[in-house]
């Protein structure tokens, strides 16, 4: 099968990559940070013309503006990459009869809700960030019925910046580390998704799927338990999300139900505990190597 990444410069990007290479598949990326050939994915020319010379089998679309703080003052150009972008490459994607496997986000829900959330309830996203990950969502489900969306929370890899390197690299530095406690989610290795997304884009039934870790947890004893794995003594104190005030308001409960995974046949991904364990050495074996 020959892949087409989008945002293949970015954390989950390189690790979708990475796999599918190893998996022995042809993969082709399209990043507007690729300094060979930077493509913008809302230049529907600059796709189209893209998807004709790579020819693709199907295509995971990782490109997004994740800044979800800065899109409350940028929400123009947020909207203009995770909506527009979106349906400019399920567009080229559909006029090619190509596939798209689209990645969004658990900010699409409101956080309000005693269960986890299934991939078919309401959505009420509470952010800019959200609300343009939905509108992605939607365009591409509209241009392009050939579409998987797959949504996917708290991701953190080994090449881009995340909570849990912010952690150790704080925790390293001898500072003090003040962690909400009232925030619930489900903290999602990237190299376990990009397993999962390759699963899906192999002959899932299209629709939208719900892919994260098993389990949940908060930031705080996320924070915690990546500090005991990395062997650190720092100590974390437990704030409320009133005491750390941030411009984009994030949902207070937004664990993801596998449902569709589920009822796919399709493997749950491993317990966040024994994916941060895995992330926790990985960096450390990479610092190792690097000295
Ligand atoms: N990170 C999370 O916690 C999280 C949680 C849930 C869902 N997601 C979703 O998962 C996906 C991957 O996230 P990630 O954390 O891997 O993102 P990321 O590291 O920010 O990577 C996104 C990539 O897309 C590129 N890009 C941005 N605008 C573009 C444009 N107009 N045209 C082409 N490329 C463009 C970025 O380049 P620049 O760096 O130059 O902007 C970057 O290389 C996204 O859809 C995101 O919304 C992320």
New binding site residues.
């Given amino acids: 099968m020959r892949l087409l990444v989008?945002?293949h410069?970015?954390?989950?990007?390189r690790d979708v990559v990475a796999l599918a290479a190893a998996q022995g598949r042809q993969v082709a990326g399209?990043?507007?940070?690729d300094p060979a050939e930077p493509?913008?994915?809302?230049d529907l020319a600059a796709v189209r013309a893209a998807m004709q010379r790579l020819r693709p089998d199907a295509v995971i679309h990782?490109?997004?503006?994740?800044r979800v703080d800065d899109a409350e003052r940028e929400y123009d150009l947020a909207y203009r990459?995770?909506a527009a972008?979106s349906w400019v490459v399920a567009t080229a994607c559909a006029e090619t009869g190509v596939p798209i496997c689209g990645?969004?986000?658990?900010?699409v829900f409101d956080g309000e809700s005693a269960r986890p959330y299934g991939e078919w309830d309401a959505t009420n996203p509470l952010s800019a960030y959200g609300a343009t990950?939905l509108a992605g969502e939607n365009a591409i489900r509209q241009a392009n019925p050939r579409h998987w969306v797959v949504?996917?929370?708290?991701?953190?890899?080994l090449q881009?910046r995340?909570f849990p390197a912010t952690m150790l690299n704080a925790a390293a530095q001898g500072k003090p580390l003040r962690v909400v406690a009232d925030q619930y989610g489900c903290p999602t290795f990237?190299q376990d998704l990009a397993e999962t997304l390759l699963r899906i884009v192999d002959g899932a039934p299209y629709g939208t799927y719900h892919a994260t870790n098993s389990g949940s947890t908060s930031w705080y004893r996320f924070a915690g338990r990546i500090l005991a794995e990395g062997g650190s003594p720092t100590r974390v104190q437990p704030i409320a999300t009133a005491q750390w005030p941030t411009p984009a308001r994030r949902p207070r409960r937004s664990e993801l139900a596998p449902c569709a995974l589920r009822a796919a046949g399709l493997p749950a991904l491993r317990p966040w505990e024994e994916a941060i364990r895995d992330y926790v050495r990985q960096r450390r074996d990479m610092e190792g190597g690097a000295r």
């Fill in positions: 989008t945002g410069l970015g954390m989950l990007g399209m990043d507007a940070a493509i913008d994915i809302a990782c490109a997004a503006y994740t990459v995770n972008g990645i969004s986000t658990d900010y990950k949504r996917t929370a708290w991701l953190y890899g881009g995340c990237t």
